[in-house]
């Protein structure tokens, strides 16, 4: 029902910055907040950010507090994840998702890869 589809990965050296974009098509009425999550080689996926769709409410989590930035474009349907200061640890495939609320996530991306070198 809802079609995310993400872009903006590649391939940066540590210390610089990427720009992830998320669109969202389709049913979206019941998305209601829309997050990042990132999976490595080998481990879990794991949450990185989420924003609320109406107020714009952020959320980080505490590895990427103060690197990392969500933001959303209402008009477009799209949100961003500007990520600076990149490190090694952050390689991974990052997933666009949206959901209900922040603890229910119904939608998911097809992922974009991030490689950070050191």
């Known amino acids: 029902q809802v079609q995310l589809v993400e872009s903006g990965g590649g391939l940066v050296q540590a210390g610089g910055s990427l720009r992830l974009s998320c669109a969202a098509s389709?049913?979206?009425?019941?998305?209601?907040?829309m997050g990042w999550f990132r999976q490595a080689p080998g481990k879990e996926r794991e949450f990185v950010a989420a924003i609320s769709w109406s107020v714009g409410s952020t959320y980080y989590a505490d590895s990427v507090k103060g690197r990392f930035t969500i933001s959303r474009d209402n008009a477009k349907n799209t949100v961003y994840l500007q990520m600076n200061s990149l490190k090694p640890e952050d390689t991974a495939v990052y997933y666009c998702?949206?959901?209900?609320?922040?603890?229910?996530?119904?939608?998911w991306g097809q992922g974009t890869q991030v490689t950070v070198s050191s």
């Open positions: 389709g049913r979206t009425f019941s998305s209601y907040v």
């Open positions: 998702t949206t959901g209900r609320n922040y603890r229910t996530y119904d939608y």
